[in-house]
């Protein structure tokens, strides 16, 4: 056999594994049995990874694509059907793509499973409830800033801000070069 030809059954065989890998995988994704994926991150503009969801997707393009190629090759010949296939594929790609990059509020009801809505909207919260605390820090450390500055003194190393929780600063000329906060 040929060098080529080995590439072709190669790159045939795995391609013909792969589409089917990825709609279980996203199936799964979908159901809510495989949801480890959602530590990833991926190069999205999403905020949260969605990648379970795109590999369902392009999978269905995949498998339906490399069905109509094994239709054509084995002789089968469909009117319309490279027509259908061909539409298929833009559909299933473009759907992959939106959840990977930019998905509309109005497809999200469509697209994105309950569990997954439910479990982005507490993460929405948990970050918007730290940020609401690092605006409270920040706030607390710039009026303890401004009292210090005030009274003319600088403000002490160990002080408590409002959480609770020890911090320093080091301060040169009135700016924060290091700051660094633990817990007890």
Not at 85 to 92: D, G, P, R
């Amino acid at each position: 056999m040929d060098s080529p030809l080995y590439a072709y059954i190669l790159i045939g065989a795995s391609a013909l594994g792969l589409g089917p890998v990825m709609i279980v995988m996203g199936l799964r994704a979908y159901t809510g049995r495989w949801t480890s994926w959602l530590a990833l991150t991926a190069q999205s503009t999403a905020k949260h990874s969605r990648l379970g969801f795109v590999l369902f997707w392009g999978g269905l393009g995949v498998t339906g694509c490399f069905l109509l190629i094994g239709l054509q090759e084995m002789g089968v010949r469909i009117p319309g059907s490279e027509a259908v296939f061909t539409t298929f594929w833009c559909v299933c790609i473009a759907i992959a793509m939106m959840h990977q990059f930019f998905l509309p509020k109005f497809l999200r009801p469509v697209l994105l499973p309950q569990w997954y809505r439910d479990w982005e909207a507490e993460q929405f919260e948990r970050e918007a409830r730290q940020d609401k605390q690092r605006r409270a820090q920040r706030r607390f450390r710039r009026e303890k800033r401004r009292r210090a500055k005030e009274q003319g003194a600088r403000s002490p190393l160990n002080e408590t801000d409002p959480v609770g929780t020890p911090s320093i600063t080091i301060e040169v000329e009135e700016k924060v070069i290091w700051s660094k906060t633990w817990r007890s």
